[in-house]
């Protein structure tokens, strides 16, 4: 995930953005501003592929008619694609830097473990990388990766540190990219030896971790393993892992959690920070929790607000849709028949 994007000194002044402005008015160029910056955090490639028009338009903070600011994008070109096939024109060659930061980080990770455990393994654990780096071929046939003689990791060595001075050499010289700092890469730690002159073996993870990963339900956002078992060490939630898996097991066996093909279902990151299962986030007043210092998302806003009034008004079939479509309690007048009413009719609300 990137967390800049580059933006052209000539922007205002491209026929593009004159015509997107000429059509929507002058906030449109805000607009187009915050879904430049939202795609390089969430859909740092550019793609937008399985977004709607409206998701579209509340990633770019658009508060006018529904789907008019995306028909403009497509009109002028700032969009290529159809409604759901949608990409930000020539995204890779205007922002080459937030386009690479997951090959970026997929690297560091190869890099990191290719210290600890030899090319080998490092290929194991990042498979995305090692399907495109440099000198990547088949071993002869016959031969094994415990069998390569030493010159050979001498030579994936060598070649993948030319290979990473030469991307950071390129994207400085480039017209196109920023001049950030370079791509990171984790500093070698020491590494203890066995008395064999081998090689540690890998750490293994909590036994409550790994527990708690398969048992979350699979969902695109079930992602982020390392930094999630990371916060879990962290945190020291191994002695309390029953109480998580308690926890977690029972949203589970609750079907308005994982309908719909777990869409509601955030990313176990998520979860994890949030520490749902203490009830950290409540506020308890004369017995029953004070609604206003609840924190959307949990399972105790949620229960709370299931009978509210104020979802219905705003037009959602329930509270679940209505933290999906960003109304919540507090901004609910804002909201007719489900959608986020025009800023010029927010007062007639």
């Known amino acids: 995930m990137a967390t800049d994007a580059r933006i052209s000194t000539g922007l205002p002044g491209h026929p593009k953005t004159k015509k997107l402005i000429r059509k929507l008015g002058q906030a449109a160029g805000w607009n187009l501003v915050c879904l430049f910056l939202w795609a390089a955090s969430n859909r740092s490639d550019g ?6 028009a409206e998701d579209i338009e509340l990633a770019a903070e658009w508060d006018g008619d529904e789907g008019r600011f995306v028909a403009t994008l497509a009109e002028v070109r700032f969009l290529d694609g159809s ?15 937030a386009a690479g930061s997951e090959q ?15 090319v080998a393994e490092a290929d ?14 088949s071993m002869p046939p016959g031969s094994s990766s415990t069998a390569a003689p030493a010159t050979q990791h001498a030579a994936e060595d060598a070649s993948s540190n ?8 390129h994207a400085a010289q480039s017209s196109n990219a920023p001049s950030p700092s370079p791509s990171p890469s984790p500093s070698p730690s020491p590494t203890k030896k066995t008395s064999m002159g081998g090689k540690p073996p890998e750490e293994t993870l909590p036994e409550g971790f790994v527990r708690f990963w398969n048992l979350w339900p699979r969902s695109k956002r079930k992602e982020a393993k390392g930094e999630c078992a990371k916060v879990w060490r962290q945190r020291g939630y191994e002695a309390i892992a029953d109480t998580v898996l ?31 299962w203490d009830g950290a986030e409540l506020t308890l007043m004369s017995g029953t929790a004070t609604l206003s210092v609840l924190k959307p998302g949990t399972d105790e806003y949620f229960a709370a607000h299931r009978d509210a009034q ?15 479509g960003m109304c919540w309690h507090w901004n609910a007048g804002k909201f ?5 009413l025009p800023r010029d009719e927010e007062a007639h609300a």
């Open 162 to 169: 030319a290979a990473s001075s030469a991307s950071s050499m």
């Open 246 to 276: 308690e926890h977690l097991q029972a949203r589970i066996s609750r079907t308005d959690w994982t309908k719909q093909n777990c869409q509601f279902v955030e990313a176990p990151i998520v979860y994890l920070r949030g520490k749902p």
């Open 336 to 340: 007719r028949d489900g959608r986020k």
């Open 104 to 118: 970026r980080s997929a690297k560091a990770r190869w890099n990191a473990a290719k210290r600890h455990h030899g």
């Open 83 to 97: 409604d759901g096939q949608y990409q930000l024109h020539d995204w890779v060659e205007h922002n080459p830097w």
């Open 310 to 324: 104020w979802w219905k008004d705003a037009g959602f079939p329930n509270v679940y849709e209505a933290h999906n």
């Open 124 to 137: 194991r654990l990042v498979p995305e990388y090692a399907a495109v780096r440099p000198n990547n071929s």
């Open 47 to 52: 793609d937008l592929s399985g977004m709607s």
